[in-house]
């Protein structure tokens, strides 16, 4: 009887006993989370194990960061529970028992979600003219890839494709037209974006141009006119390279030029190639020189004559060293010396060619002899006479004359 007692009695003692050890061998086994599968979604999920402790269990947490702070909780028989339907952050799980009077048991969760889905749809601003491609790029980012691409709006029936994110869009019509970029990942998660683009008018325009006036010369020029279509900001150009906002091109040589215009607000869109102007410049001035040599020494019956002009305009004008300009091409009385022979076009008066930088008018040696004579024999007789031998200089043809002659060939003077 003793002993059934004794066991009796020790029954609650053993039971409170495995009480308390269950209460001391209970603790966190595990936690875990799943991502959310989209940036701003409730797709997350957090999973605590624990183990001992008595049913039913308490389960609680809080989202710290971000803002704003968000509270749950749940009881449950069971050792294992799932919290679902959270978004992305950090948590603080807390967890005990039914009964329990000791504090619960504590851990630090976060749950991660794929980067924030965005469209950033380029060019913004838009605009380009009719008939010239223009290529968008909706510019997705972030989510979980693969993406899938859909462009809507008025704008759409002018796209070289609807679902892939760089179309080409093409209008034959000028006006504005809307776009609607909506990019969907994997998990059908979406971003939209939305662009406006203007379409102009082709760009057109006529042009001039003004030759060169002297051969070699640099005073052509080529003038864009009447430019129309794009925004109307223009910008010009006579080789597709160099830009300019001024219409007139100046201070060009001989030369074919491609003229060009561009819209300088949307110069990639909207250009256009007017036309090729060829400047032309006419042949180099030339002419012939020819003189005359003074025929006395010291004297100045020398000329210059400038003939058979040709290039340029047509319409010349002269000028010999010491001259002035002058329409004649002759000059006369010149001494002996070197001179410069100018031609130049009377139409444009910087055109100056030097024909001859050293044109030489000669002259003859100066005329001598020597004088020789035989005195009178007899007093007032008339025996005497001069003789000049050995002239030289001039031409070489030579007369000769004593007082009281007259000019004659020889140079023997008698009966003086």
Known sequence: MRQLYSFF??????????????????????????????????????????????????????????????????????????????????????????????????????????????????????????????????????????WSHDWSGDGAVHLSSTNVANPVFNSPDAGEFGLIYTVTDEYGCEAEGSITIEVFETISAGYTWE??????????????????????????????????????FEDLI??????????????????????????????????????????CFDGANGSITISDPSGGSGNYEYRVEGFAWQDSGVFGGLTAGDYVVEIRDADDQACVIVLDNAYIVSQPDELTAPVSHEDVTCFDGASGSITISDPSGGSGN???????????????????
């Open 9 to 146: 009695s020790f029954f609650p003692l053993m039971f409170l006993f495995s009480a308390f050890l269950s209460a001391q061998d209970f603790n966190i086994v595990s936690v875990t989370s799943e991502p959310t599968t989209c940036y701003d979604n409730s797709a997350g999920t957090i999973t605590i194990v624990v183990e001992g402790g008595n049913p039913d269990y308490e389960y609680n947490w809080v989202r710290t960061f971000p803002s704003p702070m968000i509270f749950g909780s749940a009881t449950s028989p069971e050792t294992e529970y799932t919290f679902s339907n959270l978004s992305r952050g950090d948590y603080v799980i807390w967890v005990n028992y039914e009964g329990s009077d000791e504090s619960p048991l504590q851990e630090e969760i976060s749950i991660s979600s794929p980067p924030p889905l965005f469209t950033g749809i380029t060019p913004d601003p838009a605009a380009t003219c009719v008939l010239n491609g223009l290529e968008l790029n909706g510019n997705p980012s972030g989510g979980t890839e693969p």
């Open 211 to 248: 030759d060169v006036t002297c051969f070699n010369g640099n005073n052509g020029s080529v003038t864009v006119t009447g430019a129309d279509g794009g925004s109307g900001n223009y910008e010009y150009s006579i080789d597709g390279i160099t830009w300019q906002s001024p219409d007139t």
């Open 254 to 295: 001989a030369g074919s030029y491609e003229v060009w215009v561009r819209d300088a607000l949307y110069p990639d869109e909207c250009n256009a190639m007017i036309g090729t102007a060829v400047i032309d410049q006419p042949d180099e001035l030339t002419a012939s020189v020819s003189h005359e040599d003074v025929t």
């Open 398 to 416: 030579y007369e000769y004359r004593v007082e009281g002659f007259a000019w004659q060939d020889s140079g023997v003077f008698g009966g003086l």
